[in-house]
């Protein structure tokens, strides 16, 4: 498999071009456009809010791109550079046995990822989105959140990850099968215990409070035939001003959350629009159709992985003399990205199409135009570019463009409720 070495590199160098590439062509396009207001936006986002729209996409697209350049080093110092086998070097000389060892040498790289990421996530949240008028998050919250997160992939992390390994040491070549379904209760167990017992580790859920609104809301849930276990306001501001608003849980769990900054800056009928379009993704079975195409990539995944685990030459090929069970885990879940990387621009597109589907649901239900003008109101809150690159928002944008999808909204022919 010495031909999987220059692929893998190959692979990990082209991406990091087309990231580059794509991204000096998005900072092109907003700052091209950065004086101009376009048309639809004029009456409701000023030059200064657009302006700093730009400058903040700008700021972000830099931080980008070191943080790419510091992801394809670090794939290729961890794999065809030697750094996985000189961790799994350095734990073989404790003596540990299966699965402990796997376990040492796959918290090890976790961790060391982890330190080397943590400079970028500190500037982001206190550099980035400090200067920019976003972040809320105080050092202390920052570093309890850091705590809780490590303490939680340990407590749930840990055990999912003892268990594969001993399923790649004792169930021999069928192991992934087993891996697949294990992997496959984890995610729905994970799903269900989401909100009721991990979410509220890291913020405070509230019943809505607002009951004009409540009745607004479980009103249109009758209409679109939807039942939830509640309508939820998260205290959100604690971090941040970005606003947002989600679905949780699954069956006759799920929850409708909404971000308390997305309360301040929608109207009644907007955040109705709002709500109609995400309830437009459960009635289209967008959900479900993501969660199977998930299930089903997890299990081809899985079987490849089946596959080459049994190939000394893939050890070889990325760095790896030594062939192991927690190897084979470590070095495919570094190569994997270096080759999804090239479908991202179809899982975006895939993506689109449902969002477009999603308004079309919620102007049948709601209001399209409350459902623009909320879309402005969040594109100018959140400092949204207004004006990407045509070729950058095809490749990464999972939703349509603003100017595309507030203008299809206005139309004329747009549907309406009832």
């Known amino acids: 498999m010495r031909w999987l070495t220059a692929l893998f590199v190959l692979a990990v160098l082209l991406g990091l071009a087309i990231e580059l ?59 065809v550079g030697g750094g996985i086998a000189a961790v799994d070097a350095l734990w073989r000389h404790g003596r540990l046995t299966e699965p402990w060892l796997g376990l040492a040498v796959i918290a090890s790289v976790a961790l060391l990822v982890q330190l080397i990421h943590l400079p970028l996530s500190v500037w982001r949240t206190f550099g980035l989105e400090a200067r920019f008028g976003f972040n809320r998050t105080t050092p202390a919250l920052f570093l309890a959140d850091l705590g809780r997160g490590l303490a939680l992939a340990v407590a749930l992390g840990a055990p999912v990850l003892t268990a594969i390994l001993l399923l790649m040491e004792r169930a ?22 989401w909100p009721a017992f991990i979410a509220p580790l890291f913020n405070r859920f509230v019943p809505l409070p607002d009951l004009a609104l409540r009745e607004r809301l479980e009103a249109l849930l009758d209409r679109c035939g939807f039942t939830s276990r509640g309508v939820f306001v998260v205290d959100s501001s604690r971090r941040s001003t970005h606003g947002n608003a989600y679905f949780t849980g699954i069956g006759r769990h799920k929850r409708i959350v909404f971000f308390d ?20 993704h459960f ?7 993501r969660l199977l195409l998930s299930v089903a990539l997890a299990f081809a995944g899985l079987a490849l992985l089946g596959w080459l685990s049994r190939e000394p030459g893939f050890y070889a090929a990325l760095g790896v003399p030594v062939p192991s069970t927690h190897a084979a885990l470590l070095l495919f879940a570094f190569a994997a990205p270096a080759f999804t990387f090239f479908v991202t621009p179809l899982a975006s597109l895939w993506s689109r ?3 477009f589907e999603a308004d079309d649901f919620a102007s049948r239900h709601a209001s399209a135009a409350e459902l623009a003008s909320a879309l402005v109101k969040l594109h100018r809150d959140n400092a949204s570019t207004l004006t990407p690159d045509a070729l950058y928002a095809a490749f990464y944008y999972s939703h349509p463009p603003p100017l595309v999808r507030i203008t299809r909204l206005r139309a004329p022919a747009a549907p309406q409720a009832s």
């Not at 376009?38 to 700021?59: Q, V």
């Not at 021999?172 to 215990?193: E, H, P």
């Not at 009635?283 to 159709?289: A, D, E, M, T, W």
């Open 21 to 79: 590439w794509l991204g000096a062509r998005q900072a092109a396009a907003v700052a091209r456009h950065r004086e101009r207001v376009p048309g639809p936006f004029a009456a409701s986002i000023s030059p200064a809010e657009h302006g700093k729209a730009a400058d903040y996409t700008l700021a972000r697209l830099r931080l980008g791109r070191f943080g790419s350049l510091i992801d394809a080093a670090l794939t290729l110092a961890l794999t």
């Open 261 to 280: 900054t997305l309360l301040e800056q929608l109207a009644h009928p907007e955040v109705e629009a709002v709500l109609a379009h995400e309830l437009g």
């Open 172 to 193: 021999v070549r069928w192991w992934w099968v087993w891996a697949w379904g294990l992997w496959l209760a984890v995610m729905l167990l994970m799903t269900w215990a």
């Open 353 to 355: 199409r449902h969002e």
């Open 283 to 289: 009635r289209l079975r967008h959900v479900r159709q």
